[in-house]
Every structure is written in structure tokens, then in C-alpha cells.
């Protein structure tokens, strides 16, 4: 394990114990800050994932304009006229890849692994919706979930929703 593996690894583990503190928010901020800001590794490591966060985030948000852009689009040019123009802007050729390069570069084997980074976190939504919408028909009103389900029905509900999991569907 090298040295960012390892400053990673304990960042990690300082989120775990202050989550299972019961902090959250910003009084959970604070302490992880105060814990991080005593060991310059960690520090360094906390700053290259938030960096890695942010860019990923400014991804995020070009490929939902690039699809905004797409749902906007009104054709008034034949096919091939179309074709030609999206190539000449080429902004669809930027579409940002999970790596950080772009899908022009893409190849066949590249594109069906992002699919299947894609498929796979879709898949994790969806199980959460699963779990959620169960957790929610047990409750009426402004009904909290801690006066109505223990930890164990709540893990009961998990297993439910993991039961229902559709089956992926084939990446050719």
C-alpha cells in the first residue's frame, strides 16, 4: 500500500468514526477538519480527493448540459447536414469520460466500461429508491422513521429491496 493508498485508508477511517459518533453535518465537518489538520499526509490526502470530487463534479455538470443542449436541439438541417455541423462544433466529441479524457478518444472497450460504471451506480440508486419507498410506506404524515421501525426492520426492508434488484441488462 503506498502512501496516498494509506493516507486514504485512514481518512476514510476518521469519517467512519465520526459517522458512527452520531455526528453529522457541520459539527461532523468540524472534527473531521480538526483530525485532518493535525497530520500534514492527511491533510494533502483530503485536498487531492476534494480536488478529485470537484472535477468530477464540473464533469457531472458538462455532461448534463450536453444533454440539456441535445434535448433542446430542433432540426432544420437533413441528417447528414446535422451530422456535419455536431462534428464541426465538435462539443459532443468533449463529453467527459469517468477518466477524465474525453469520448472522441474512446474506444469500444472504454465506452463499455464506463457503461458499466454507469449501470453499476445506477443500479445502487435504484436499490436505494427501493429501500427508501419501503422505509416510506410505513409512515403516515410527519411521522419519523426512529418512532416507527428498529434497526433490524429497517435491515429486513434492505434485504427486501436487494431481493427485488432487476437483472442487469446485457452490455454488448
Known amino acids: 500500500m503506498n502512501q496516498n493508498e494509506e493516507a486514504e485508508k485512514n481518512l476514510r477511517e476518521i469519517s467512519r468514526q465520526i459517522y458512527e459518533s452520531g455526528l453529522r453535518g457541520e459539527p461532523a465537518i ?96 435504484l436499490r436505494n429508491v427501493r429501500f427508501l419507498s419501503l422505509v416510506a410506506e410505513g409512515l403516515e404524515g410527519d411521522q419519523k422513521v426512529s418512532e416507527i421501525y428498529t434497526s433490524e426492520m429497517l435491515e429486513r426492508l434492505m434485504k427486501k429491496a436487494i431481493r427485488k434488484e432487476d437483472k442487469k441488462p446485457a452490455m454488448n
Open 30 to 125: 468540524e472534527v473531521f477538519f480538526q483530525e485532518v489538520m493535525e497530520d500534514d499526509e492527511l491533510l494533502a490526502e483530503a485536498i487531492r480527493i476534494s480536488a478529485e470530487s470537484c472535477l468530477f463534479a464540473v464533469q457531472r455538470e458538462e455532461r448534463r448540459e450536453l444533454y440539456r443542449q441535445a434535448a433542446d436541439f430542433k432540426p432544420r438541417y437533413t441528417e447528414e447536414q446535422q451530422i456535419a455541423i455536431r462534428n464541426a462544433c465538435s462539443r459532443f466529441l468533449s463529453w467527459p469520460m469517468m477518466d477524465g479524457s474525453f469520448i472522441k478518444d474512446a474506444s469500444r472497450t472504454h465506452l463499455l466500461e464506463d457503461a458499466e460504471r454507469y449501470r453499476k451506480n445506477a443500479e445502487g440508486n
